[in-house]
């Protein structure tokens, strides 16, 4: 039994799950060792990205980053248990211009409806991740188009979560964190030049370290609630 204000164990009773985010790595930056744990007790997880985020490695021509992006994207879903071909899909929207309108909406609400997941886990979309932190723009607009693609929709999911700080929901990691990190250091060329003095498993590590919140005695990885279907 959860304490007051301590955040309630994320739901095990689904079976399949989508995560819905803007860019490449971006399931790596908090949730992928709580996906790690799920795929190992053989829940379905299938990510979906709106772009191949093809502006996101300084001095490289899109045209070159977005494949390279793809591919990690690929290899790092693979290590976590999701399936790297049938379970990882980019739409091409473009990044960082990823904006709230019909186009986005409808196509989010396609997937869904498609692939009919008990669980939708989205890209946190508040304005800051703490005081002083901003989030990305592209982040706070598509966590808000999947909530009204969501709202818009006459049957849903379960449940609609998003991953992030603040969490209303844990999921018990401990674990899964060297997998974690193994995850996110699969955006190698990605890591490498975003922080060229950090070796790319010491930045992995932070940021996993950063994203799995220490409660007492253990690790999670946090989730917020912000849809449910349960009466």
Same mark, same amino acid.
């Given at each position: 039994?959860?304490?007051?204000?301590?955040?309630?164990?994320?739901?095990?009773?689904?079976?399949?799950?989508?995560?819905?985010?803007?860019?490449?790595?971006?399931?790596?930056?908090?949730?992928?060792?709580?996906?790690?744990?799920?795929?190992?007790?053989?829940?379905?997880?299938?990510?979906?990205?709106?772009?191949?985020?093809?502006?996101?490695?300084?001095?490289?021509?899109?045209?070159?980053?977005?494949?390279?992006?793809?591919?990690?994207?690929?290899?790092?879903?693979?290590?976590?248990?999701?399936?790297?071909?049938?379970?990882?899909?980019?739409?091409?929207?473009?990044?960082?211009?990823?904006?709230?309108?019909?186009?986005?909406?409808?196509?989010?609400?396609?997937? &869904?409806?498609?692939?009919?997941?008990?669980?939708?886990?989205?890209?946190y979309g508040a304005p800051?991740?703490?005081?002083?932190?901003?989030?990305?723009?592209?982040?706070?607009?598509?966590?808000?188009?999947?909530?009204?693609?969501?709202?818009?929709?006459?049957?849903?999911?379960?449940?609609?979560f998003q991953g992030g700080?603040?969490?209303?929901?844990?999921?018990?990691?401990?674990?899964?964190?060297?997998?974690?990190?193994?995850?996110?250091?699969?955006?190698?060329?990605?890591?490498?030049?975003?922080?060229?003095?950090?070796?790319?498993?010491?930045?992995a590590r932070k940021v996993?370290?950063?994203?799995?919140?220490?409660?007492?005695?253990?690790?999670?990885?946090?989730?917020?609630? &912000?849809?449910?279907?349960?009466?």
């Amino acid at each position: 039994m959860s304490a007051p204000n301590e955040p309630l164990p994320f739901p095990a009773d689904w079976a399949s799950m989508l995560v819905l985010v803007p860019h490449p790595d971006d399931p790596e930056y908090g949730i992928a060792a709580a996906v790690a744990k799920w795929t190992a007790a053989g829940k379905r997880v299938r990510y979906a990205l709106a772009s191949r985020g093809e502006r996101g490695i300084a001095g490289m021509d899109p045209q070159q980053a977005g494949p390279l992006r793809e591919a990690e994207q690929r290899r790092a879903a693979a290590i976590v248990g999701v399936d790297p071909v049938a379970g990882v899909e980019f739409w091409d929207f473009p990044d960082s211009n990823i904006v709230n309108k019909p186009a986005l909406r409808a196509k989010i609400a396609s997937v &869904i409806a498609h692939d009919r997941p008990d669980v939708v886990v989205a890209v946190y979309g508040a304005p800051e991740f703490a005081p002083g932190m901003p989030n990305q723009r592209d982040h706070i607009e598509f966590a808000a188009a999947v909530t009204d693609a969501w709202d818009a929709m006459a049957s849903t999911p379960r449940w609609l979560f998003q991953g992030g700080p603040g969490p209303s929901h844990v999921e018990d990691v401990d674990a899964y964190l060297d997998t974690a990190v193994e995850s996110l250091a699969a955006h190698e060329v990605y890591l490498s030049v975003l922080d060229p003095a950090t070796a790319v498993p010491e930045q992995a590590r932070k940021v996993v370290d950063m994203t799995t919140s220490a409660l007492p005695g253990r690790r999670v990885a946090g989730f917020r609630l &912000i849809r449910s279907a349960e009466a």
